[in-house]
């Protein structure tokens, strides 16, 4: 039998409710703001929101994590991790998800160890397990809790609880590590990351929010929403002049329109089975 949403955030407020002391992995998305908000609710002053800085996200997502955790009352604590220190995710291999996210919640783990809280959550949901997430792997490995996903929360169960909450992000975008931009098996580095970066924050500030810069050598390939094509073109001037600034040479737009994990389209079934099994 199926449960309603009522029932399942029931739930959710059930598994909370015996966990004492929470820290929540806090990235401002709406995933994790549901968590903590939740936590909150369940624990009050008993939850502590980690926002972690990284190369390899927007200053601008971690300002706005710490902004919007702060504005619900929560107790914050401001941390960073240096990625492109780690040759594992540089090399940028299918597996390196699975290195990436084992330093954050090891990180998360000596933070929790360290000033005594009893469990570490973080957001994962329902779909999830639908998707290419080595990930799930480090997060199992680590011991932390996907409350979400022990609650049978879907994505979007998560945005009508977090609207029925009034939480602010109830419709924000995915966002997801600008690594995601770059295919597999060319290596990472500073430079790539600040152009896509570059790249994304103009395409939003001309009216493009939803939008990847997808990084092949010296050709940008943009995906944007299918509906939002025909404007793209005709501003094609500007975001070529701009783009070529930061060092493409070609830009396209990716006729099938912005789509998640389109880096993992070209990866056959066998290895992304291994990487997420590894």
Known sequence: MNKTLEEKNRHLGEILSGMERVLVAFSGGVDST???KRAQEELGDQVLAVVVASELFRKEEFEGAVQLAEKMGVNVYKTEIKELENPHIVANNPDSWY????????HLNDIAEELGYSYVLDGMIMDDLDD?????KA???AGARSVLQEANIYKHEVRELANQLELPVWDKPASCSLAS?????????KKK??????AEIFLDKLGFPQTRVRHHGNVARIEVTPEQIPSMVEKREQIQMKLTSLGFAYVSIDLLGYRTGSMNEELPAT???KASNS
Not at 99 to 106: A, I, N, P, T
Not at 132 to 136: E, K, S, T, V
Not at 193 to 198: R, S
């Open 271 to 273: 290895i992304l089975e």
């Open 132 to 136: 290419f997430r080595p990930g799930l």
């Open 34 to 36: 549901l968590v903590l």
């Open 181 to 189: 931009r770059i295919p597999y098996g060319v290596q990472l580095d």
């Open 139 to 141: 997060r199992t490995e």
């Open 99 to 106: 290195h990436s996210k084992k330093m954050l919640y090891s």
């Open 193 to 198: 990351i600040e152009q896509v970066n570059e």
